[in-house]
Structure formats: structure tokens, C-alpha cells
């Protein structure tokens, strides 16, 4: 009877410890901003999955496999970073597509597993694009310093977001 308690009390203990214990949370960003141009020239912006040049943050980009499931992209910051890109899915007829991050420097994106979509909807005589994306910080245990939180880690994702979208707005109403 007194190895049965010993057992119950040490599982107790084990659980209630680890109960306590916990690392990053999964984080959501989404952004939306309407565009006075039609759906068709706000897609035609952004649907070569290889080119990320609309974002501000980007100076270059190259890209391989076209705009099939796989391809793969290299963004080339302003800043003198590096984020390599790989499509998940494509949509031209939903005018969407979703990609996950596959290398990042925390200086440049304090995100870990960060995954992304971006859709094109028409509104009225314009357009909506929605951008939203789902990851962790970069620093994945306990105790991160303040430039790789959870809050840099959203800070970052919503900047990169908010100034992506002005930009695009900016260039699709030009046309």
C-alpha cells in the first residue's frame, strides 16, 4: 500500500510540475486593407509566388518552381537579411496562396515555424487582401529575450504586414 501511494504521489508531483512548465504560444496575425482597384490588377501584383519585390522590406527576390506546390523563394532584405519561402498551396481562380518560412535569421524575423496566406476578394468597384499568418517566436524556451518574445514576434509579423499592404495599395492604385 505504501509503494501504491509512493507511485501516486511521484505521478502527482511529475504532473503537476509540468503543468507549470510551458514554452511559446502559437501566434495569429491577420490584416486586411481595401484597394481601390480591381480584384484582377491586385492579383497581378502579387501572383508570381517567385517575385516579392511589392513588399517594402524586400530589395530582390528569385524564385524557383513557378507557382506550383514546392516552389521556393528567396527574399533578399532591404536590411541585408535572407528569408527563404516555400509554397504550400495556390489558388489563381481564389487568387490566394498560403507559404511557410523555411530559413530566417531571429534579427530579421523573430518567428519560428511560421506559416502564411494571402487572398485577393473583390469589394464593390475594388478589391480586400487579407494576409494573415500563424507561428511562434524565434526564442523556443522558457524565459526569451526581449527581441525574440512573444510580443517582438507579433510586433514584427503585423509591421511586416501592415507596410506590405499600404505598398500594395500604393502600387495597385497607380495602375
Do not use: C
Amino acid at each position: 500500500m505504501k509503494k501504491i501511494l509512493l507511485v501516486a504521489t511521484g505521478l502527482l508531483v511529475a504532473w503537476t510540475g509540468s503543468a507549470f512548465a510551458h514554452g511559446p504560444t502559437r501566434q495569429k496575425v491577420t490584416e486586411t486593407i481595401e484597394i481601390n482597384a480591381a480584384p484582377e490588377v491586385v492579383w497581378g501584383i502579387i501572383k508570381d509566388f517567385g517575385k516579392g519585390e511589392w513588399m517594402p522590406q524586400v530589395a530582390s527576390s528569385t524564385g524557383t518552381g513557378g507557382n506550383e506546390k514546392g516552389a521556393t523563394r528567396e527574399l533578399k532584405l532591404k536590411s541585408g537579411g535572407i528569408i527563404k519561402e516555400e509554397l504550400k498551396s495556390y489558388d489563381a481562380e481564389k487568387m490566394s496562396y498560403s507559404y511557410k518560412i523555411t530559413e530566417v535569421d531571429p534579427k530579421d524575423l523573430p518567428v519560428a515555424n511560421y506559416s502564411s496566406s494571402i487572398a485577393v476578394t473583390a469589394s464593390g468597384a475594388g478589391s480586400v487582401v487579407e494576409w494573415n499568418g500563424a507561428f511562434y517566436r524565434s526564442f523556443m524556451n522558457n524565459n526569451p529575450p526581449p527581441e525574440e518574445n512573444d510580443e517582438a514576434a507579433l510586433k514584427a509579423v503585423t509591421s511586416l504586414y501592415k507596410e506590405g499592404l499600404a505598398n500594395l495599395k500604393a502600387l495597385a492604385e497607380k495602375k
